[in-house]
Structure formats: structure tokens, C-alpha cells
């Protein structure tokens, strides 16, 4: 993978001048809410220092995260790109936030982590998806913030219809369905 080669040589290009704003914005206002949801038993200081280390985490590490995506969302072999990019990252990135929250004693932090997993891998795909046609990068190769918000719900369409349209082209194309 030139990419990650590259990303090697080069890491400050890609985690600091390429630190990308939109997707640390965006996974700050999702994942904020998750910790306000599994603190709000806990009285308003739970609940302000869970949202709050949240925030501050979900955005810092989110931006690296989406210039690692944006470096590979056209690297070659998709499957190594896919296993960066869902599994690996994704899981060192939740394991420092669990730690965090763990060093600020959060109560329901299985809770959080819970809802914080599952919304990682769909996000990870959901970027990569995105960033793979154009939306959400930054730097040259980036639109505006508005045009990609523009965007924004017809992707959602089209990626949550991916996977049954990818499914009845390959039925279409078995030789089982196949007339003889």
C-alpha cells in the first residue's frame, strides 16, 4: 500500500495539516449525546464530564481518523484498506476512549462503550463511503461544508441501499438465474 507508506514518511501531513475538521465536527455532535444518554441518571456533574471528555476526545482523535481515511479511501487492496479502516483503528480508538472515561470514573460506562462501538463501525463505514466519492474531505481535494451537508441525505440513501442493490446484481448475474 503506497498510502500508508507514505503516511509513514509523512505523519504530520496527514495528522496535523490534513486533520480533518468535518469529521471531527460531525462525531462530535453524534457521540456526545451517546455519554449524555448513559450518564443522565447520574446528576448533571456525570453527565457534563462524560459529554464534555466525550466531545473534546471524539473530536481531536475523529479529525486524525478522518485524514487516515481520506489518505486511504482509494488505497489498493480494498480489503487491506477495509480492515485499517473498520477493525484495526477503530478498535485502538475505542479502547483509549474506554480508558479515559474509565480514568474519569463514568458511571454506565458499559453503556457508552456499547452504543460508542456500534456507532464507530457504521460512522467508519459511513466515511469511507462518503470520503470514497468526494464528500467530507478537506484541503484541495475538499468541497465545501454546506455542499457536502447538500449531499448529505441522498449518500445516506444510496449507502443504506448498497448492500440489497449489490445483492440483485449478483443473483442477476448467477448462472443460476441465467435462461438457458
Keep these: 500500500m503506497t498510502a500508508l507508506s507514505d503516511l509513514a514518511r509523512h505523519p504530520a501531513q496527514t495528522f496535523f495539516y490534513s486533520w480533518n475538521w468535518k469529521a471531527a465536527l460531525l462525531s462530535a455532535m453524534m457521540r456526545a449525546p451517546l455519554f449524555l444518554f448513559a450518564t443522565l441518571r447520574q446528576g448533571l456533574e456525570a453527565i457534563s464530564v462524560a459529554v464534555l471528555v466525550e466531545a473534546a476526545y471524539s473530536a481531536g482523535i475523529s479529525g486524525c481518523y478522518g485524514a487516515f481515511v481520506q489518505k486511504l479511501r482509494c488505497a489498493r487492496p480494498l480489503w487491506a484498506s477495509g480492515v485499517l479502516i473498520l477493525v484495526a483503528l477503530p478498535a485502538m480508538l475505542l479502547w483509549l476512549d474506554y480508558r479515559l472515561h474509565l480514568a ?48 448529505l441525505p441522498m449518500m445516506l440513501v444510496d449507502f443504506v441501499s448498497w448492500v440489497p442493490r449489490h445483492c440483485c446484481r449478483l443473483l442477476r448475474s448467477s448462472p443460476l438465474h441465467q435462461q438457458p
Design 104 to 151: 474519569t470514573g463514568m458511571p454506565n460506562l458499559k453503556g457508552g462503550m456499547v452504543a460508542a462501538g456500534i456507532l464507530s463501525l457504521l460512522s467508519s463505514l459511513f466515511n469511507w463511503y462518503l470520503m470514497g466519492r468526494g464528500s467530507l474531505l478537506v484541503g484541495v481535494q475538499g468541497g465545501s461544508f454546506g455542499s457536502d451537508l447538500k449531499r
